[in-house]
């Protein structure tokens, strides 16, 4: 996966301990580069020399731009002239101030390292108070468990940024009938985030599909099945099952491979005799993030979750239920989550739960084909991109995995909720989704990246959504 490109320049002054900085420094560089190995978040280019007067910094700038830098760490070696740092801002990167500890507690201060970055910051966030400066303070000697976290954490949350400026994501058909909530204008995914839209005929897939001829299909028909733990499926149905994913492949490879939205329902069971949530979660499950009902901003926000766990499986589920009792919430879908996601009685292949010759009110015969499965346990964290892109909602908990039953499909009970970093009971959880009006598709990945999420937003200007505690009266929705 691609990695974030960064740069480290290191500030001084004569008047304090430049030999003493300049060690320091040199430290850095090799901490740096061990890190950028050990995450593989990130490539570092270093000006190797401690930059003194404002010619060097216009040099040093320079350099760092030549090398496409995405986001510059600004290293105090000691407290410095201001001017230094104009030469940086013009970059027009994110920028990383980071100051360093004090050597001794008593005499003449060495470095004057704390001061230096204050009055960066000063300077960024008061003299060019007409220009947004995006900047982040930093303080630890490398190597630092708090300071390394700190740097992850923005690692993570630039390189998911990149990550969306260079993708594309397909839709196949259109929003599915009746889902008015997830109407979307490309205009405002390609304008806040560079992620460009690309449009796929269903009739085109529909084509292919019924006249595909190729032997790589029965190789994905014995993947498919070695991946379940059991199956309740016709052999004929992983056939077409295993077409349909042939050809959304191709469909999202054409495009680089981002994101794929899918207008799953009632399209394909009517055209194509067939219940896609196996397919989705195979194409889910193999790293292409894949939405159904057509949910755009849904499958953007699972990239997201992908790109900032390093290439995690997310899920797209419903809010179907909430416990009062134990506090806890049931996220539910058809069933088209990734087979990674399964609990220890694994991944069962299982008709549709309303759709197909078991549900006594559907009258469809085709292949009615869903990954049965429970979450299993473990943090997972909750994100959508919201309010046209504005805004993102930022959740967590952890699964309970097979000790509470759920229905069928795709399902797992979550507890230990929260929002954002505000502990949250599940009326109120469910009480902060229904009074800001989020949409009713909840993208889903393991771990837990709320503080990433939290700086992705900040670095973008979404508002995070803050928790509304539940209460009898109404509350109005916030725009």
Same mark, same amino acid.
């Given at each position: 996966?691609?990695?974030?490109?960064?740069?480290?320049?290191?500030?001084?002054?004569?008047?304090?301990?430049?030999?003493?900085?300049?060690?320091?420094?040199?430290?850095?560089?090799?901490?740096?580069?061990?890190?950028?190995?050990?995450?593989?978040?990130?490539?570092?280019?270093?000006?190797?020399?401690?930059?003194?007067?404002?010619?060097?910094?216009?040099?040093?700038?320079?350099?760092?731009?030549?090398?496409?830098?995405?986001?510059?760490?600004?290293?105090?070696?000691?407290?410095?002239?201001?001017?230094?740092?104009?030469?940086?801002?013009?970059?027009?990167?994110?920028?990383?101030?980071?100051?360093?500890?004090?050597?001794?507690?008593?005499?003449?201060?060495?470095?004057?390292?704390?001061?230096?970055? &204050?009055?960066?910051?000063?300077?960024?966030?008061?003299?060019?108070?007409?220009?947004?400066?995006? *900047?982040?303070? *930093? !303080?630890?000697?490398?190597?630092?468990?708090?300071? /390394?976290?700190?740097?992850?954490?923005?690692?993570?949350?630039?390189?998911?940024?990149?990550?969306?400026?260079?993708?594309?994501?397909?839709?196949?058909?259109?929003?599915?009938?009746?889902?008015?909530?997830?109407?979307?204008?490309?205009?405002?995914?390609?304008?806040?985030?560079?992620?460009?839209?690309? !449009?796929?005929?269903?009739?085109?897939?529909?084509?292919?599909?019924?006249?595909?001829?190729?032997?790589?299909?029965?190789?994905?028909?014995?993947?498919?099945?070695?991946?379940?733990?059991?199956?309740?499926?016709?052999?004929?149905?992983?056939?077409?099952?295993?077409?349909?994913?042939?050809?959304?492949?191709?469909?999202?490879?054409? =495009?680089?491979?981002?994101?794929?939205?899918?207008?799953?329902?009632?399209?394909?069971?009517?055209?194509?005799?067939?219940?896609?949530?196996?397919?989705?979660?195979?194409? &889910?499950?193999?790293?292409?993030?894949?939405?159904?009902?057509?949910?755009?901003?849904?499958?953007?926000?699972?990239?997201?979750?992908?790109?900032?766990?390093?290439?995690?499986?997310?899920?797209?589920?419903?809010? #179907?239920?909430?416990? &009062?009792?134990?506090?806890?919430?049931?996220?539910?879908?058809?069933?088209?989550?990734?087979?990674?996601?399964?609990?220890?009685?694994?991944?069962?292949?299982?008709?549709?739960?309303?759709?197909?010759?078991?549900?006594?009110?559907?009258?469809?015969?085709?292949?009615?084909?869903?990954?049965?499965?429970?979450?299993?346990?473990?943090?997972?964290?909750? #994100?959508?991109?919201?309010?046209?892109?504005?805004?993102?909602?930022?959740?967590?908990?952890?699964?309970?995995?097979?000790?509470?039953?759920?229905?069928?499909?795709?399902?797992?009970? /979550?507890?230990?909720?929260?929002?954002?970093?505000?502990?949250?009971?599940?009326?109120?959880?469910?009480?902060?989704?229904?009074? =800001?009006?989020?949409?009713?598709?909840?993208?889903?990945?393991?771990?837990?990246? /709320?503080?990433?999420?939290?700086? !992705?937003?900040?670095?973008?200007?979404?508002? /995070?959504?803050?928790?509304?505690?539940?209460?009898?009266?109404?509350?109005?929705?916030?725009?």
């Amino acid at each position: 996966m691609r990695k974030l490109k960064v740069g480290l320049v290191g500030l001084c002054q004569p008047n304090f301990n430049v030999p003493l900085g300049r060690e320091i420094y040199n430290r850095s560089v090799t901490f740096m580069e061990r890190l950028g190995v050990e995450t593989q978040e990130f490539g570092l280019f270093a000006i190797p020399s401690l930059v003194a007067t404002p010619e060097e910094a216009r040099t040093a700038a320079k350099k760092l731009k030549d090398e496409g830098i995405e986001f510059l760490l600004i290293q105090h070696a000691t407290l410095s002239s201001g001017e230094l740092v104009f030469p940086f801002v013009e970059m027009d990167v994110p920028l990383g101030l980071w100051a360093l500890p004090e050597p001794t507690l008593s005499g003449t201060i060495p470095l004057g390292s704390l001061i230096g970055m &204050n009055l960066c910051s000063g300077i960024l966030g008061r003299y060019f108070k007409d220009k947004t400066v995006r *900047f982040k303070w *930093f !303080f630890g000697a490398p190597g630092e468990a708090a300071l /390394v976290r700190r740097l992850v954490t923005s690692f993570r949350a630039l390189k998911a940024i990149e990550l969306l400026k260079g993708s594309c994501i397909t839709l196949i058909g259109e929003v599915a009938p009746g889902f008015y909530s997830l109407h979307f204008d490309p205009r405002d995914i390609y304008v806040r985030f560079g992620t460009k839209v690309a !449009f796929g005929e269903f009739c085109e897939l529909k084509e292919r599909v019924l006249s595909l001829d190729v032997p790589e299909v029965f190789a994905i028909v014995k993947e498919m099945q070695e991946m379940g733990s059991g199956s309740l499926i016709d052999e004929k149905d992983f056939e077409k099952a295993a077409r349909v994913y042939f050809v959304l492949r191709e469909m999202a490879e054409r =495009h680089g491979y981002g994101g794929l939205a899918i207008e799953c329902w009632p399209r394909f069971y009517r055209e194509l005799d067939l219940v896609p949530c196996s397919v989705i979660g195979f194409l &889910n499950e193999k790293g292409i993030a894949t939405a159904c009902e057509g949910d755009v901003w849904g499958v953007l926000s699972m990239m997201l979750l992908n790109y900032l766990s390093g290439g995690g499986r997310s899920t797209l589920m419903d809010l #179907a239920m909430f416990d &009062n009792v134990d506090d806890s919430i049931l996220f539910w879908h058809c069933g088209p989550t990734a087979a990674c996601w399964a609990s220890g009685r694994g991944l069962i292949y299982a008709p549709h739960c309303n759709i197909g010759e078991g549900v006594p009110w559907s009258s469809f015969k085709g292949a009615s084909m869903v990954n049965d499965l429970v979450l299993r346990e473990g943090e997972i964290t909750i #994100a959508r991109i919201t309010k046209d892109g504005k805004k993102i909602f930022v959740g967590s908990g952890r699964s309970v995995g097979e000790r509470k039953p759920g229905y069928d499909g795709s399902r797992g009970w /979550v507890e230990e909720l929260y929002v954002g970093r505000e502990r949250s009971t599940a009326p109120d959880f469910v009480n902060t989704v229904m009074v =800001h009006g989020v949409e009713h598709h909840f993208p889903i990945v393991m771990g837990n990246l /709320v503080e990433e999420l939290m700086e !992705f937003g900040n670095w973008l200007g979404l508002e /995070v959504l803050p928790l509304v505690p539940y209460a009898v009266h109404y509350q109005k929705p916030r725009e």
